[in-house]
């Protein structure tokens, strides 16, 4: 268990790809961070969602943003041994809920720049740190029953869910 000292709450953490990963997403109310269409219900089922920076400075001591490789290293590694065109959508299965790795994936929904909220049960967005540094907005998708790795966002004002990572 991972307990956050600014305000108490206690996140489910399991090993995955050799690091240490948050088993549900983050919910530590910070600027620039939002429940699901401002319902505080949509926080305590699928954490908060925030924009880029507010993702980075919510961060917990001793934890980090996942980056590109992170990620794609839980993807190969819940895929298995399967090289086929699929096996994005075995890893997506095996990520969520009911999955056989206890990640946990919840389909949080996004929330635009205009402030909008969409997706809500049908599409995870998770932000990452790109290959290129903290200033580079990178998310990774869990969408219509498939993983999307890679997907950049130039502005960074969306606001998406978080989880973080932690060497080993």
Known sequence: ???????????????????????ENFRFKDIGSFCYNNNPDNCTEYGRLYTWKACIEACPEGWRLPTEKDWESIAKLKAGEDDSSDWMKKAYTNLMPGGDSSFNAVLGGYRNSGGIFKALRERGDYWGMSRKGKDYPWYCSFNFGKLELGLKDFEGRHARSCRYVKEK
């Open 1 to 23: 268990m991972l307990t956050d000292n600014r305000d108490g709450k206690e996140y489910k953490v399991i090993k995955l790809g050799g690091n240490w990963w948050l088993a």
